[in-house]
Nanobody, 122 residues
Framework: QVQLVESGGGLVQAGGSLRLSCLAS????????MGWFRQAPGKEREFVAR????????NYARSVTGRFTISRDNAKNTVYLQMNSLKPEDTAVYYC???????????????WGKGTLVTVSS
């Protein structure tokens, strides 16, 4: 089964940018839809963004639309999340996910990464 490792988290000031990366362990990466979810302190994990197998279809949570961009490079087995205009409320652990990705449920996720912490200071 594919394994996912996130990187790129850290501390950033409000208004700043970060790019998260998620490296998959296998070439079967291209057969998975991919997504990013996040969990803020004391809150449930929530959907952030999704990208289709080919990268041709992308969906975002309303709270990040226009600020975050998800992309993938199947040749590098990597999915990215470019985060711009960051706000303190974006502070969370960000998780990479593979499988059937939906904003409505997390039950279709086959594989989760361990997460990377993003902290946005005001």
């Amino acid at each position: 089964q594919v394994q996912l490792v996130e990187s790129g988290g850290g501390l950033v000031q409000a208004g700043g940018s970060l790019r998260l990366s998620c490296l998959a362990s296998e070439r079967t990466f291209s057969s998975y839809a991919m997504g990013w979810f996040r969990q803020a302190p004391g809150k449930e994990r929530e959907f952030v963004a999704r990208i289709s197998l080919s990268g041709g279809s992308r969906n975002y949570a309303r709270s990040v639309t226009g600020r975050f961009t998800i992309s993938r490079d199947n040749a590098k087995n990597t999915v990215y999340l470019q985060m711009n205009s960051l706000k303190p409320e974006d502070t969370a652990v960000y998780y990479c996910a593979a499988g059937w990705i939906s904003s409505a449920t997390q039950n279709g996720v086959d594989v989760w990464g361990k997460g990377t912490l993003v902290t946005v200071s005001s």
